[in-house]
C-alpha cells in the first residue's frame, strides 16, 4: 500500500480530504478563475483537495470549507 492509498480513506470513516489557503492569483494562473476577475483584495480563500491533490472545491472561508467537506462524508484536515 502506498502513502497515498493510506491517505485515502480512514478506519472508520470516509475519504480524507485536505483544506489549505489558496491565492485568488494561485486559481487564475491554474485556469480555475478567469483572468481579469475581480477579487476584492485581503480576502483569504480556501481550497479542498483530494488525496491525489485534485482541487474539488473553492470556499472563502475555512470554516464552511470543513462543513462542506463533512456534509459530503470526507474527513477534512488541516493543510499549511
Known amino acids: 500500500m502506498t502513502q497515498a492509498n493510506e491517505f485515502e480513506h ?8 485536505y ?3 489558496v491565492s485568488p492569483e494561485t486559481l487564475i494562473a491554474e485556469g480555475a478563475m478567469p483572468e481579469g476577475a475581480s477579487i476584492p483584495k ?13 482541487r474539488i472545491a473553492v470556499m472563502d472561508d475555512r470554516e464552511r470549507a470543513f462543513a462542506a467537506a463533512v456534509q459530503h462524508d470526507l474527513v477534512p484536515v488541516s493543510v499549511h
Open 19 to 21: 483544506v489549505r489557503q
Open 10 to 17: 480512514t478506519a472508520d470513516s470516509g475519504p480524507l480530504v
Open 42 to 54: 485581503g480576502v483569504k480563500l480556501y481550497a479542498v483537495h483530494l488525496a491525489d491533490g485534485r
